[in-house]
Every structure is written in C-alpha cells, then in structure tokens.
C-alpha cells in the first residue's frame, strides 16, 4: 500500500505538474489585484453580412457564424435577447469574441477583446465545461485530472507520511494546524451569524 | 540541502493537505454541479427590533440594518428593494448564510429569513475567499491560501528535484514530466494562441 501511495504522489505531481500549478498561479493572481493589477482591453468591433441556412437552428447558427468568421474559443450557451438578437460568446484565455445575430439574421456585429497578463491568467482559470471542440475536451479532461490529482496528492502525501517510521513533532503541528484551521473555518461559517 | 528542502515540503505538505482536498473537491464541483453538494440547506425565519437612522440611500440602510443586526455579509445593490409604503428589503449573501431581511417603514423591526447551507457547500466557498464584510478573520483564511498557493509552485520544483535524484522511475517519470505535463503547457500555449 505504501509502494503506491508514493507511486501515486510521484505519478500525479509529475504528470499533473503543470496543469496544478498554473491553477494555483492563476488563482494567486486572481486575488492579488495589488500585484497584479488590471491592464487596458484592446477591443475592435466589426459587422458582417451573413446569409444563414434556414434550416439551422440557434445553436447551429452560432457554429456556422464562428466557422464563417474564424471565431476560435469554448463556446458559451447562445443567450435570446428581449429584441430579437442572439448573442454567441467564444472565450479563449487573453481573447474574448462576442457575436451578436440581428433579429432579421442578416447582420452580425463581431467584437474582439483582448486582454492583459492578469484577464488571460483568469480566463486559464476559469475556463471549465465539456463544450465546444476536442480541443475543448482535452482542456476539461485535464481540469478534472488536475482537481483529482490535488486530493490524490494530498491523502497520498499525508499517507506516505503516517506511515513513515520517523515523524517528526513539527509535521504533527503543521497537520493539526492545517485540518484544526480549516474546521474551524468551516463551523465558523456555518455557526456564526 | 537535500534534507532542508524535504523538510519544508513534508511541514508545508502537512499544513495544506486540508487546502488541497478542498481546492480539487471544489474545482470537480465547478465542473460538474455536483447535486449532493447543495443538500443540508434549511432556512430558519426570525425577527428582531432595530434601531437605525433611516436615508433615501440604499446601500447605507442596507449597511446600517446589516450592522445592527450584527451579520457578516456583502449588501448587493441589485436586490435593494423598495415597497411603497417605504418598507425596505435586501439580501446579505456569504459563505454560509444567505439572509433575506425586510425593514418596516419605521426602520424599528427586522424580519429575517436566514437561509442555512450544508457543510459540502461551505467547504466548496473555501475555494478562493479572502475577505468578507463584518469578519475579521476570513483574512487568516486568505494568508493560509497564500501559504499554500507558493507550497504548491515550491513543491512542484521541489518534487521533481527529488525525483531527478532517484535511480528508479526515470522512464515513466520523464513521460509523465515530458509527455503530459509538457503537453499540458503547449495546450495551454495553444488555446490560447489558437483557441
């Protein structure tokens, strides 16, 4: 059981390496607007004709506008406005395209954010789902690989170390302060008005 | 130096295992909307006599009430609403709690629902929570995200450090190191270059 555990722990940091960190990078930049502060969003807007296939449906649509135009990133769920219009997003980490569909389905306005160093480290993070292509696939698979690699590495790491010979007084401190803390977070938020 | 540094990544190790649970367990919950994650919640209806200055301003009302009633919590201005008798209602949301608080006109009498999440869901808010209106010591909870946001970085180069050192597991190790997680970063490269 110990031989893997530590199969594990090795296995998962090393595979999962890159995906693990660039999540917990991401996330420190997320809540550090102080260090990593907001730059300017470069955005340019166009509007194209379009003759749209009468047999697609909204969904459809918004492939084939995307296709037509190059619009590359993970699909968002098209949203019907009150007017008529519907609006297509495709997100990509830096790059932002919005489609907006006229009601008459003749015209779409096309408008291209980009964005600084600190939206591209959230768009990394936030970037979740299985929608869109393979590409899009690959990137929820390794999201969810990354997740579960962080509670494998965890017990794993913890498991290796109970199990150890030698265990020193301070990894009992630093333990009982890790899970002593955390509960008591939790029922703090749970209890306290 | 060897031993330093398997040192810290053992205490560090210990002190964030909690953390990472968490971070994995909520990141599969904002992937797939786990169900059982929303169960336990119960909300529990109270009142309670208040005294605050009353104003046309909303998000100052909603701060006054919210302090007088001594909750922790954001006053979102989007769900102010104001009855035309001058009643007044707004919603104080956190980690935990939501509370839906209705003021009377005279601004003498609080009615409360307060709506109670199960634990899954608190500990799913752990994910990334750093400050919190009426709370001094979420900020201990955003310095121990902190502390265990460089333990990661750190036990990432200090993993593979200790992995480059053994004699066992190079082949599997360097299609691991190489394979996924190098082809880890040219998809990140590629999505966002190409998308």
Redesign the interface.
């Known amino acids: 059981m110990k031989k893997l555990m530590q199969k594990i722990h090795l296995y998962t940091g090393l595979g999962l390496l890159a995906f693990v960190v660039m999540y917990f990078f991401s996330g420190l930049v997320m809540v550090q607007p102080k260090l990593f502060p907001s730059g300017d969003t470069e955005k340019s807007t166009r509007v194209e004709q379009v003759r749209i296939p009468a047999a697609l449906d909204v969904d459809e649509a918004g492939e084939w506008i995307a296709g037509k135009f190059d619009l590359r990133g993970q699909p968002q769920p098209a949203q019907k406005l009150n007017d008529g219009r519907v609006r297509y997003r495709f997100g990509r980490p830096g790059t932002n395209l919005t489609a907006l569909l006229d009601a008459d389905k003749r015209s779409v306005e096309i408008e291209t954010a980009r964005w600084d160093f600190r939206r591209l480290m959230v768009g990394y993070h936030r970037i979740h789902g299985y929608r869109g292509n393979i590409v899009w696939l690959l990137w929820g698979l390794m999201y969810d690989l990354a997740s579960a690699g962080c509670i494998l590495f965890a017990v794993s790491g913890v498991w290796m170390w109970a199990t150890a010979r030698e265990r020193d007084k301070v990894s009992w401190v630093m333990l009982a302060i890790g899970i002593g803390f955390t509960l008591t977070m939790i029922l703090y938020l749970m209890l306290m008005p | 130096m060897r031993k330093f540094l398997s040192?810290i990544h053992?205490?560090?190790?210990?002190?964030?295992?909690?953390?990472?649970?968490?971070?994995?367990?909520s990141?599969?919950h904002?992937?797939h909307h786990f169900s059982f994650v929303e169960t336990g919640q119960h909300s529990v209806n109270w009142e309670r006599q208040i005294a605050v200055a009353d104003t046309s301003d909303n998000k100052v009302l909603a701060e006054r009430v919210r302090l007088d009633?001594?909750?922790?919590g954001w006053v979102p201005w989007w769900e102010y609403r104001r009855g035309e008798d001058n009643s007044f209602r707004f919603i104080v949301p956190?980690?935990?709690?939501s509370y839906t608080i209705k003021v009377n006109p005279e601004r003498t009498l609080a009615s409360v629902e307060e709506l109670?999440?199960g634990?899954l869901k608190?500990?799913n808010?752990?994910h990334?929570f750093?400050h919190l209106p009426g709370?001094n010591?979420v900020k201990?909870?955003?310095w121990?995200?902190?502390i265990?946001?460089f333990f990661?970085?750190f036990?990432?180069v200090s993993?593979?450090y200790f992995?480059s050192k053994r004699k066992d597991?190079t082949l599997?190790?360097w299609l691991?190191?190489a394979g996924?997680?190098?082809g880890?970063?040219l998809?990140?490269i590629?999505?966002?270059i190409?998308?």
Do not use: D, H, Q
């Not at chain 2, 009633?69 to 922790?72: C, D, P, S, V």
């Open positions: 040192k053992i205490w560090l190790g210990m002190l964030c295992a909690p953390y990472m649970i968490i971070f994995g367990f990141s599969l904002f992937n009633l001594g909750l922790m956190r980690p935990g709690k109670r999440y634990p608190v500990i808010s752990l990334a750093g709370s010591m201990y909870w955003s121990y995200t902190n265990c946001v990661v970085i036990a990432g993993g593979v992995w597991e599997i190790g691991l190191l996924v997680s190098g880890s970063l998809l990140m590629f999505v966002w190409r998308g």
